[in-house]
């Protein structure tokens, strides 16, 4: 089974532009959430769909976005950069069928922005 | 608030030797714990999760309630162990809350 696929693994953007970060989920997995992955803040929730519909969100401003799509890939959206946006960004899939349903992450996306 | 703590940035434990990773939580409802754990140049990846009770690569961790713990062990830690070790909180359907990680060093 192949695992939780994202795309691209690097970006480089400048301050003020937008991002679009692209996830495809385990085969048969309905839940996809997005995490920010830095040095100092560690890994924040930014938000989980389930079946295209957003269930879950975290503590970020509303230029962090995401979709999710009939065949469950998600993307991720962030508009108006600025420079603590640099991270690594991580999705994970699961069943999300459960709370004890475990998250498979991909190998995520570093983002720099400049 | 939810919260996962670890207080340990690093640990540095001799091949062989017994490794304890703290994990400690709060939360006023029932948790559902986890470890994580990433290799290097690897994914994150499940280790184990309280719910099965189970030991996977000699690791096992017991929920404490009282103490609100889910501190990880093993006996005898091996070379390959090296990795950094996150302990997971999941409050309600998949929004989990990470610890800052540990990363566990075991010296030949």
């Known amino acids: 089974k192949a695992g939780v696929t994202q795309t691209p693994r690097y970006l480089i953007k400048t301050r ?4 679009t970060l692209s996830c495809s989920p385990i085969s048969g997995h309905r839940s996809v959430s997005w995490y920010q992955q830095t040095p100092g803040q560690g890994l924040q929730f930014l938000f989980e769909y389930f079946s295209e519909t957003q269930r879950n969100k975290g503590n970020f401003p509303g230029r962090f976005s ?3 799509f ?3 890939r998600s993307e991720m959206n962030v508009s108006t950069l600025e420079l603590g946006d640099s991270a690594l960004y991580l999705c994970a899939s699961s069943l999300g069928t459960g709370r004890s349903s475990p998250l498979h992450f991909g190998n995520g996306t570093r983002l720099t922005v400049t | 608030a939810q919260r996962v703590t670890q207080p340990e940035k690093l640990l540095s434990v001799f091949k062989g030797a017994p490794v304890e990773l703290k994990c400690n939580y709060s939360y006023s409802g029932s948790p559902e714990l986890f470890w994580y754990v990433q290799y290097s140049r690897q994914r994150l990846q499940l280790l184990l999760r309280h719910i099965s009770r189970e030991s996977i690569k000699g690791f096992t961790a017991d929920l404490n309630k009282g103490e609100t713990s ?5 006996p005898f830690a091996q070379e390959e162990d090296s990795a950094m070790y996150y302990c997971a909180l999941s ?3 998949n929004k989990f809350y990470f610890g ?3 990363k566990l060093n075991v010296k030949p």
């Open chain 2, 91 to 93: 409050t309600n359907f």
């Open chain 1, 16 to 19: 003020g532009q937008q991002v």
């Open chain 1, 66 to 68: 995401g979709r999710q």
């Open chain 1, 70 to 72: 009939s065949n469950s």
């Open chain 2, 70 to 74: 889910f501190h990880l062990k093993k």
């Open chain 2, 100 to 102: 800052s990680g540990t």
